[in-house]
């Protein structure tokens, strides 16, 4: 079974930055597209950030502070965020391929 360990997580402050990093034992890692997903309680799971179709996309509400990038030969993939807000309040999950991480906590706050 394919496994996805996020890391880089925690409590940050608003305008602060994290960078979460995505790391997998799959085989053929450089063959698929990478999603950054997020959730918060209560809603759904949403796509914020994915480089499927050979371009990277991102939802409106982190453009320009979030970026999606990749590493194939370590086989992980990270998401740099900036100027964060209270809002980006959530767990993060990568999904590469058909598989899910654990998801990794990140909080915005004062």
């Known amino acids: 079974q394919v496994q996805l360990v996020e890391s880089g997580g925690g409590l940050v402050q608003p305008g602060g930055s994290l960078r979460l990093s995505c790391a997998t034992s799959?085989?053929?890692?450089?063959?698929?597209?990478v999603g950054w997903y997020r959730q918060t309680p209560g809603q759904q799971r949403e796509l914020i950030a994915t480089?499927?179709?050979?371009?990277?996309l991102y939802t409106d509400s982190v453009k320009g502070r979030f970026t999606l990038s990749r590493d194939n030969g370590k086989k992980e993939s990270y998401l740099q965020m900036n100027n964060l807000k209270p809002e980006d309040t959530a767990v993060y999950y990568c999904?590469?391929?058909?598989?899910y991480g654990q998801g990794t906590q990140v909080t915005v706050s004062s």
């Open positions: 999904k590469i391929g058909p598989s």
């Open positions: 799959m085989t053929k890692f450089g063959e698929y597209a």
């Open positions: 480089d499927a179709g050979g371009s990277t």
